[in-house]
């Protein structure tokens, strides 16, 4: 027997996309809460309309499907509208940091060549000290407003390729200017599924989203959420009374802790005594995080810590699909592979390792992202033999857990050795008088290279020569470090993202 369809009907059955998935979702509960935003409640219905509109609004003042639309904005209702809208008109949002310097954000909206720039109010004023291209100036508030109504109600219903871009999320890194990761419809829709299926997301569950939508931490989670008929919670950053607030209200299998904050964080939930009303599963990128401030979490919350590693470029993959158990500092962070990607761990040559050697992975998986923006050296050297090099090394132990190592670009060289600083770093964290300790590379006339720890105690009394004797029960001669240096939390030097900035440090020896 044998099925016909017409011309194109095959391919065009496969071109899901992020708008139209949402637009499709919309009939199942268009009075379901879709956005809160603190006083402001949207319905599905009303996000459908007001994303139909602008969408439209923007293609009738001529912008083209791949044109770049810049969004400045701190967290707030209006974001999610913004991404959905240019989803359903081919657009792609450059999600610009509102933290970063002129320099920085002038180089971001310069790099993605943005047509039209969508400004809060507030920082409006900014785009003003910068040189850059010519664009329209959209501001959030009545401009927008009456922007929006020049548009139709009905939805756009274009037809849009899966692997063109969707949204622009820029990786700080630790040194030079941001770069502009593009990631497709393809591969957020890859991402929602992994995140739902990893994480067993209910259907109509809440999202909070106080994580600034720039990162992926909020804009996957936040498109994810709505394309399972959830509740978006918008909360504009770190705000622990609005948070405390919204988990005695609402039930919820996913909330985000990030790096800095877990532990301040765990200390207010148990002085106020705050009554959890329900999470599965909290926190993210352990590997960063005090062992004493999981273990407070996870008491606080009443849910396991999620013992993740990914990134902006791939989502979830390649690891994030362990937890660690309620009330437990870890001794050891052993993660496990994530589904839906391929990964190799491999040599400076590209040749696979054994197990138990540390390999930079690289990865394939339908949750990549397509490239960095206006980056042909980069993209031709990171994407080298069809496969994403990450530059982050892990090592596969023989029950086929992962462990982190270190980033490539950290790799000590001393005495011919390889030295990776996390491994350092693990044996201070794993200690409950350490706070944070970051090791980084001092130029040496016999070794080349050696390697320096700068360390935050949450004792006052620890001392460096006892770090030094638990340096040396637990490591060989050559990875223990010259010196240790005490600062406060303070003076560690931090990107807008939390990122400690290795070169500044290494700039100070």
Same mark, same amino acid.
């Given at each position: 027997?044998?099925? +016909?369809?017409?011309?194109?009907?095959?391919?065009?059955?496969?071109?899901?996309?992020?708008?139209?998935?949402?637009?499709? *979702?919309?009939?199942?509960?268009?009075?379901?809460?879709?956005?809160?935003?603190?006083?402001?409640?949207?319905?599905?219905?009303?996000?459908?309309?007001?994303?139909?509109?602008?969408?439209?609004?923007?293609?009738?003042?001529?912008?083209?499907?791949?044109?770049?639309?810049?969004?400045?904005?701190?967290?707030?209702?209006?974001?999610?509208?913004?991404?959905?809208?240019?989803?359903?008109?081919?657009?792609?949002?450059?999600?610009?940091?509102?933290?970063?310097?002129?320099?920085?954000?002038?180089?971001?909206?310069?790099?993605?060549?943005?047509?039209?720039?969508?400004?809060?109010?507030?920082?409006?004023?900014?785009?003003?000290?910068?040189?850059?291209?010519?664009?329209?100036?959209?501001?959030?508030?009545?401009? +927008?407003?009456?922007?929006?109504?020049?548009?139709?109600?009905?939805?756009?219903?274009?037809?849009?390729?899966?692997?063109?871009?969707?949204?622009?999320?820029?990786?700080?890194?630790?040194?030079?200017?941001?770069?502009?990761?593009?990631?497709?419809?393809?591969?957020?829709?890859?991402?929602?599924?992994?995140?739902?299926?990893?994480?067993? /997301?209910?259907?109509?569950?809440?999202?909070?989203?106080?994580?600034?939508?720039?990162?992926?931490?909020?804009?996957?989670?936040?498109?994810?959420?709505?394309?399972?008929?959830?509740?978006?919670?918008?909360?504009?950053? +770190?705000?622990?009374?609005?948070?405390?607030?919204?988990?005695?209200?609402?039930?919820?299998?996913?909330? /985000?802790?990030?790096?800095?904050?877990?532990?301040?964080?765990?200390?207010?939930?148990?002085?106020?005594?705050?009554?959890?009303?329900?999470?599965?599963?909290?926190?993210?990128?352990?590997?960063?995080?005090?062992?004493?401030?999981?273990?407070?979490?996870?008491?606080?919350?009443?849910?396991?810590?999620?013992?993740?590693?990914?990134?902006?470029?791939?989502?979830?993959?390649?690891?994030?699909?362990?937890?660690?158990?309620?009330?437990?500092?870890?001794?050891?962070?052993?993660?496990?592979?994530?589904?839906?990607?391929?990964?190799?761990?491999?040599?400076?040559?590209?040749?696979?390792?054994?197990?138990?050697?540390?390999?930079?992975?690289?990865?394939?998986?339908?949750?990549?992202?397509?490239?960095?923006?206006?980056?042909?050296?980069?993209?031709?050297?990171?994407?080298?033999?069809?496969?994403?090099?990450?530059?982050?090394?892990?090592?596969?132990?023989?029950?086929?857990?992962?462990?982190?190592?270190?980033?490539?670009?950290?790799?000590?060289?001393?005495?011919?050795?390889?030295?990776?600083?996390?491994?350092?770093?693990?044996?201070?964290?794993?200690?409950?008088?350490?706070?944070?300790?970051?090791?980084?590379?001092?130029?040496?006339?016999?070794?080349?290279?050696?390697?320096?720890?700068?360390?935050?105690?949450?004792?006052?009394?620890?001392?460096?020569?006892?770090?030094?004797?638990?340096?040396?029960?637990?490591?060989?001669? +050559?990875?223990?470090?010259?010196?240790?240096?005490?600062?406060?939390?303070?003076?560690?030097?931090?990107?807008?993202?939390?990122?400690?900035? *290795?070169?500044?440090?290494?700039?100070?020896?």
């Amino acid at each position: 027997m044998s099925l +016909y369809l017409p011309p194109g009907a095959v391919l065009s059955s496969r071109k899901a996309t992020i708008g139209a998935l949402f637009h499709s *979702r919309v009939p199942a509960n268009p009075q379901h809460r879709a956005v809160v935003d603190g006083d402001r409640v949207q319905s599905y219905a009303v996000l459908e309309e007001r994303s139909n509109r602008l969408a439209n609004a923007l293609l009738d003042s001529g912008l083209q499907g791949g044109d770049r639309v810049g969004l400045l904005a701190r967290n707030r209702l209006e974001y999610v509208e913004i991404e959905l809208a240019a989803a359903k008109a081919g657009l792609i949002v450059a999600c610009l940091n509102w933290r970063l310097g002129d320099r920085e954000l002038q180089h971001c909206i310069n790099l993605v060549e943005a047509t039209v720039v969508i400004v809060q109010a507030e920082l409006a004023e900014t785009l003003d000290r910068l040189e850059l291209t010519p664009h329209r100036r959209i501001v959030l508030g009545g401009d +927008y407003e009456d922007f929006l109504a020049t548009g139709a109600p009905d939805y756009p219903d274009l037809d849009i390729d899966p692997e063109d871009g969707l949204v622009i999320l820029y990786t700080s890194g630790t040194t030079g200017l941001p770069k502009g990761a593009l990631i497709s419809h393809r591969a957020m829709v890859a991402r929602c599924m992994c995140f739902t299926s990893e994480f067993q /997301i209910p259907i109509g569950d809440n999202f909070c989203a106080w994580p600034p939508f720039y990162h992926m931490a909020s804009t996957d989670q936040a498109l994810a959420t709505l394309l399972r008929g959830g509740t978006v919670h918008v909360i504009d950053g +770190y705000e622990p009374d609005l948070l405390i607030d919204l988990l005695e209200r609402e039930e919820m299998r996913f909330f /985000i802790l990030m790096p800095g904050m877990v532990g301040p964080f765990a200390a207010i939930l148990e002085q106020k005594k705050v009554k959890v009303k329900g999470v599965g599963v909290c926190g993210a990128m352990a590997d960063l995080v005090p062992r004493e401030d999981i273990a407070a979490a996870t008491r606080a919350l009443d849910a396991p810590f999620n013992n993740s590693f990914g990134a902006t470029e791939t989502g979830f993959p390649p690891a994030s699909s362990a937890l660690i158990p309620i009330g437990v500092a870890p001794t050891n962070l052993s993660k496990r592979q994530s589904a839906f990607c391929e990964m190799r761990l491999v040599d400076p040559d590209d040749n696979e390792v054994p197990i138990g050697t540390p390999g930079e992975v690289a990865l394939r998986g339908p949750t990549l992202f397509s490239g960095y923006w206006n980056a042909d050296e980069t993209n031709a050297q990171d994407f080298r033999g069809g496969w994403f090099h990450m530059g982050d090394v892990l090592r596969r132990n023989e029950d086929g857990t992962l462990d982190y190592v270190d980033r490539v670009k950290y790799m000590i060289k001393s005495g011919g050795e390889n030295i990776y600083p996390a491994e350092i770093e693990q044996v201070m964290l794993a200690d409950a008088r350490v706070h944070e300790a970051v090791v980084v590379r001092r130029p040496d006339r016999k070794w080349s290279e050696v390697p320096v720890a700068f360390v935050v105690p949450a004792d006052p009394n620890l001392t460096a020569d006892e770090l030094m004797d638990l340096c040396r029960e637990n490591l060989s001669s +050559y990875k223990q470090p010259k010196d240790i240096i005490f600062l406060s939390e303070e003076e560690l030097p931090r990107s807008t993202t939390g990122k400690v900035q *290795r070169h500044e440090l290494e700039a100070r020896l």
